[in-house]
């Protein structure tokens, strides 16, 4: 039965989002462009209002009609008319009354004819022309008459006509820009230009379920627009937001194509909830020029998300339609990329020294010294042939790989039916030299809004994301990778005489080249498919002026195919005195195929009624019901086969039967919620924000399955004031505050069922049986942890934006944070403890933004910057009790900084076996210090009691997610010419670097010789296995600290009159790179510093991009 | 206007299909419930082998199992989740066999493994432990045997079946508790499964007295070999005499510690002195009981009586010929290996051992000692020691170097010139081990390096290449015992299918030999020496002597993890592995093809091997001690 419902469900939800790609479908003719004004028609209506009418005529007649005035609106015609044009109609329709019509191209613009002898008498048209700074024709622009009704729109050339009386006013006004109150004169042709407001309270910002005019925000959010991510092109929309967004932090730690995505965390905290349209997606595979905007809900605002939002809420919202003439877009870049720190390999000089010194010291029999003074000089030298310096990295690395964006979009419509579509294209290669393969991603999307009957919108879109990865058999996020790389001796020849044997390079994988060649390795595959389908209907109610009911759902579904086919060839060394191939060994990793493929989907649906309106001038108000629920399924396989016979064949069949294998995984969840929220408004000035969810979530047992998540902030808009409106000095000053609970339910599902699952297997009587183990005890009583968080923040515009900024902070509590209780329940108890709700946190912090923008002349500025701070502290966690104060100094966590690092302090190196002797301190782990040499690390007793052991240890530092993160954004414009840079960085974090375990240049370059015995040397005595050298300590943890130029772009826009004779409304050809310029504490360690922790040489680097693109309008 | 009125059902529809419970009543779909488990004989039995699989001690003392990238529920020592070397490395399918043999004096880490102990064997194991552990995983094994010992009597097995399966279970219970109180001295005995409600001595419980954990694993074992049967219906389950074979060896080490330790105060570590007889004499009779009542015997079937070298092959195959008579209980490997897809029915032991070209990398990672190649007598009875003096002053063949000493020596321990499979053998004939390191011109100057070569003659033979290539020191020994000639050991790890034997018959003659001597009784312990060194083919001794037996326990037992154990319950240790260790170099005389030997005393370098006083017992730990504070540490630490 159970089942029977699911299906049913499943089936009407699919009907429905094909029926809404149908009606989307058939939308589209409506925007061909016809001549439509000799469109005929008959038509017989009698005693109908004007509204009536012409959403009668609208449908044949493809005009947009515009009813300046409710009263003609409401006015009763009759009309009867054979074979007429529009014309015709509307002329015999306003016989006699006291309306009169405009058509300028296909919008028709209605008014009240005023009959007042005065004003006739004094009347008249003026025109004009409206235009935004780049004197582009803004379309649809209001201009009315201050005081009064009447008005009109500007056409698609931006112009307009409009009958005046002879003294007064009239407004302009756009969404977006800033509002002109423009004195009527003398003249009749008026020119006016519209400022861009994108930062002004006008602006709409996305929030949860919804929008709000920025003005009326009373939550921490912060938003960015489309054209601030897609200044260079990227792949990896993540890698667009650092230093973008205040309160946002991002760090990469990776540059593999398709894998590049920066780690986000809102205040430090963890990953956020990543909603894109209105559902959780990730949108790392999302392209920058899909995004219309991001908002970030930093406080109590990310409330309304409940359960999943208490790390807070990133909002993508992607491009629709606009009601305007149909124009296409097109973008299309090449890019180069670059490592911003390459790591280089050891020559065979170096290597062969390191031995040299590390035997010695370690006092090993001489007589195996490995290589002679003489012979590393040869291997220096690099000609003698039995004294090989083969560069292995440069042989399978590339200097520069190459990537390309491209993408055209069109959109369009009318205000009945609006549509946008858009199709993009990725290619980021590797930097493997040798057939590495890379990342390719197809993006589509469709979307349409039409309004189906009047006050019936159905909004639908369709998202389809491809993305192809294809790389070598190898992973190039597994260390081996690197290893290779990094562990191909140069001793070694590159290539033999008999080019088909590999040569050997002393790698467990054989050599480099082979590890970075498709060709050769083996290849690894995936392909996924991300199909997002989804469809509302919203309805107004006529009756009831601002209210609205709408349904929505959404398909999500990812389907994703894997295929790995590894080869192992045999490598070979060659003694050329007896013309002989050796071999030596095969590649560590056996001949496999593995196929598998994966399917999961989640399905949501939201219901919601909403009202929002103005009474009385002065109260705003705004309510939303909501309810949403989302079934979320998954499920998989894998297969593979080893020994493969032959590597000519990819597929399972050509692999040996008695090692083929398989496995499967399944899961389900499902949540449901209701969400409220009320806003209110008192003359714009006084604001209020409540919100209130309920969830439930699958994941949690019945009876503690339903949470609760409120919020409330106010706002008070002091700028609104009377004393304040008409100050010159103050645009707008807004002080705010909220307080908000929320949740974080990323824990594992089913953690309260005990349960058993199949691991290893056992051999009986030469059988092979699987066994089952336990996967642990179960809390009945687990759910999500709360997060309780307080918010306080001002907004300012002084001197008409000549600065404006936020200033805000921030304090949130965190309990029932999911932990198990290993440390103060004895490892005796034996059981995988269940997670409980244990541990508590809090976190503060504040961001500052600031900008000013303005113009001289044709030269165009905007600045802003921003700076944020967060630290998280524990509150109370699960631990010992500790009796000894060493202990929980070190080992504890309550009370303390969650990023605080412990460990020994070093002072440097020791230079010499008397400063071994004079050491009033012995090393009790080393059993005193006959073990210390010059060259080992001095650590310093720290508590004066003359041992150095774990008592000594102190905090050395802080994790690596930066406390500090800032961001510079600069935007310049003169004439044709732009210019856009964002400088971000970081400070107030560590990280710990270990030069000795590749054998990279860094290692022997900074390595401690017997010769220079610098205290300072970054890697300590060859050939020391003193495990003191390695204890954990400020040696090799580094206060790590950068500003890099993250993006830049300098772009050229060609004139008016050049575009014209091309027949474009637009083209502009850019320049642009990221990371181009990065200053940084690690540099001296030769690491990038948003690398990984540990060994920096065992990654894909970060890439340098610089790219050459056009983008153009039709 | 009125399509909304078709439009509208649609979406009340919608709303009235999803409103159903199944929303958030989801059940997990890759687990089986508590309730499905206990009542499905299959299910019960699957959840008992994955004990023995968890209790990976049984193989070497290896104290993890590998089963995936991830981990396993078995690494759960805190080390685990960052320490590749711990949960990895010391597995029982990767480097943990391996490692009671390089933290011995039987030889020397070389290189490769991921896991080693070097800075172990130089310092001791130090106060946070960290090494050689078996505490966390123990406590989770015995947990689950104490669930499964707790519900099977409810369960729906036959009454047979579920006596023999409980008692199984007791048997892995005791194999851990042996494997700790061999480690840590007395620990919680823990016997009922704790709940997160238990009462605070059990969730907080203290350490039982060293003495108490002996007994409870003698009485335990005693008591299930009563009720197993000696012979399961499936090979590989433990056995009547698997239980009296560890009755046996606990009972011996008990005696062990009773007379050459020390008692502390707190009876926490030691046993009192005057229970030392008792132990023996319970080990002098269960180890009676096996050899005269078992069905076992020393592995003799391939020796031919006329050809002294057949039983080369004879003690080769008593490690390689499953389901032999010398087996008291193994654990059989065979299948996948983990890569593709396999499960933990294979380890990696010719991996790390094989020698050159038919292992990957050098193979090679614990080399013997020349100690204890010295060890091995010659053939006629005479010491193997080596006028060192007098070795390094000539020219030597191999032949004449090695030949005739015991025949377990060639079966244990390869060096140069030992024959193997597509060994590269620029010196020898075909399918030789190709050792040396250095060769001297005939202008008599010495060539070194691996890139060197004289007149097509390689400096650096064949198996020293990758040592001499990345610096790294070897003895001039590798280990033969166990090692399957036809293993494929060019694919990864965990490709060796060769059964481990946890109980085989000479130990448990040497046991017998050992407690008999220890109880006065010289003619029985003379008699069980001389049998196993008559399977080998030396001559009787005449007389015994404790040192002879132990001799005689390195030999026959060696790189089987007895030698670190038994150094440590002798209190041995503090002198045996606080000292330097020797190994050779092979260098070849260009010449006469002869070799020069040179025989360097501090083959460890600077990391001269320490055992400190305290090393006789692991520390707790006092991240074990913070969270129990009912723990006390062991002395020293």
Known sequence: MKNKIQERFSFAGIVFLLLIIMFSANSVPVHAQTNISQTRKSIKMTNVTVQQLVDNLGADFKYSFFIVDEQVGRTTVSVEKKNATIREILDEAFQGKDIIYSVKDKNITISLKKSSPKQEKTSKVISGTITDENLQPIIGASIKLQDTSTGTVSDLDGKFNLEVSDRGKIIVSYIGYNTQVINISEQLNYRIILNENTKALEEIIVVGYGTQRKGNLTGSISSVKSDKLTTAPITNVTNALGGQLPGLKTKQSSGIPGADASKLSIRGFNSPLIIVDG??????????????????????????????????????????????????????????????????????????????????????????????????????????????????????????????????????????????????????????????????????????????????????????????????????????????????????????????MLSYAGSSYGNAVFVSSRKLAGYSRSDNHNLRINGSLTYDIKEIKGLKLKAFVNYNGYFGLSKVFRKQPGFYSYKADIDEYIFERKSQDPTMLAHGTSYSEDMTQQYSISYENTLNEDHQLSVLALHERINYKNEGFDTQRGNLTTSVIDQLFAGDPTTASNGSYASEMGRSSFVGRVNYGYKNRYLVETIFRADASAKFPKDGRWGYFPSVSLGWVVSQEDFLINSKIIDNLKIRGSFGQSGDDGIGNYQYYAGYAYDMSYILADKIYQGLYSTGLANSRLSWERLSIYNGGIDFSFFKRKLYGTVEGFYRLRTGIPGYRTESLPSTFGASLPLE?????????????????????????????????????????????????????????????????????????????????????????????????????????????????????????????????????????????????????????????????????????????????????????????????????????????????????????????????????????????????????????????????????????????????????? | MKKIYYILPIVLGMINFSCTDDLLDKQPLDRYTDAVVWEDPALIDAFLLTQYAYTPVMINDATTMFSSWNGSPMNRDPRADSNLRYWFGNSAQTFGPGLTIEISDEAKYTSGAWANLVPEKAWGVTADGGMLEWWENAYYTIRNLNEFITKVPSSPLSNDIKATRLAEARFLRAYCYFAMVKRYGGVPLLTVVPQLDSPKELLYPARNTEQEVWDFVLNETKEIAGILPSVQDEYGRATRWAALSLYGRAALYAGSIAKYGELNENKLTGIPADLADDYFDKAYKATEEIIKDGPFDLYQADINANDVNSRIQNFKNVFLVKRNIETIMAKQHGGQSFDPGGGTTTWSWDICHAPRPSVWGQGNYQAPYLELVEEFEYIDGRSGKLDRDYVQSRLWTMKELWADRDPRFYASIWTNGTPWRDAVASNFGKDTINFHRGLIKPDGTMLTSFSNSYNGMPAVGDQSYFHASTGIVNTGFGIMKYLDPSANNMIWLMESRTDYSIFRFAETLLNYAEAAYELGKTGDALNAVNRIRNRAGLPDLQSIDMEKIRHERQVELAFENHRYWDLRRWRQAETKLTRSFSGIQYVLDYNTRKYKILIHDEIDGDQEPTFPKRCYYLPITKARISQNKNLIENPDY
Do not use: C
């Open chain 1, 279 to 500: 559902v959780e997606t990730n949108f790392n595979n999302i392209d920058a020029s899909q995004i219309e905007s991001i908002s970030v809900l930093k406080d109590g605002a990310a409330s309304i998300y409940g359960a999943r939002a208490g790390n807070g809420v990133v909002l993508v919202t992607l491009k629709r339609g606009s009601s305007s003439k149909v124009s296409v877009s097109a973008n299309g870049s090449v890019t180069i990329q670059n490592s911003t720190n390459l790591i280089r390999s050891g020559s065979s000089g170096q290597r062969a020294e390191w031995e040299r010194e590390a035997h010695i010291n370690a006092n090993l029999p001489a007589s195996q010294i490995p290589w002679t003074l003489s012979q590393i000089q040869k291997f220096y030298n690099g000609n003698d042939p039995e004294f090989l310096n083969t560069d292995w990295f440069t042989a399978a690395i590339r200097p520069w790989a190459p990537q390309q964006n491209h993408n055209v979009s069109v959109t369009g419509g009318s205000e009945k039916v609006k549509f946008y579509s858009y199709l993009g294209y990725n290619n980021q290669e590797t930097i493997s030299r040798n057939d590495g393969g890379g990342y390719n991603r197809i993006n589509l999307q469709t979307t349409m809004d039409a309004v189906i009957i009047d006050g019936l919108t159905l909004s639908s879109s369709f998202n389809y994301i491809k993305e192809n990865r294809d790389f070598t058999a190898m992973n190039l996020a597994s260390s081996n990778y690197y290893y290779a790389l990094y562990d191909s001796d140069p001793r070694y020849a590159l290539s033999l005489p008999d080019k088909t």
């Open chain 1, 837 to 1114: 709700n244990l541990n508590s946190m809090d976190s503060r912090g504040f961001e500052l933004e600031a900008g000013t923008s303005g113009k001289y002349g044709d030269f165009n500025y905007d600045i802003s910057a921003n700076i944020s701070w967060a630290r998280s502290k524990w509150v109370s966690f699960d631990e010992p009790v500790y009796t000894d104060a060493d202990q929980k100094r070190i080992y504890g966590y309550s009370g303390k900084w969650t990023d605080e690092r412990y460990g020994y302090v070093s002072d440097g190196l020791f230079t010499s076996m008397d400063e071994i002797a004079a050491l009033d301190y012995t090393y009790v782990d080393l059993g005193g210090n006959e073990a210390l040499k010059t060259g080992d690390v001095k650590y310093l007793d720290m508590n004066d009691d003359k041992k150095l052991d774990w008592r000594d240890q102190v905090k050395i530092g802080q994790g690596t997610m930066p406390n500090w993160m800032y961001g510079l954004n600069m935007n310049f414009k003169y004439k044709n010419i732009d210019l856009g840079m964002l400088f971000q960085g970081a400070f107030g974090y560590t990280s710990y670097i270990d030069l000795e375990s590749a054998p990279t240049t860094l290692k022997y370059e900074n390595r401690w010789t017997e010769k220079e015995n610098s205290k300072y040397s970054l890697v300590p005595r060859p050939g020391s296995k003193n495990v003191a050298n390695w204890w954990y300590s400020d040696y090799r943890n580094h206060n790590a600290s950068y500003v890099r130029l993250k993006n830049m772009a300098l772009g050229y826009e060609l004139g008016k009159k050049a575009l014209e004779t091309i027949k474009l409304s637009k083209l502009r050809i850019y320049v642009a790179g990221t990371n181009l310029f990065t200053l940084s504490s690690l540099a001296k360690y030769g690491v990038d510093p948003e690398a990984p922790e540990g060994t920096p040489a065992y990654y894909y680097p970060q890439q340098r991009t610089v790219s050459l693109g056009v983008s153009l309008n039709y």
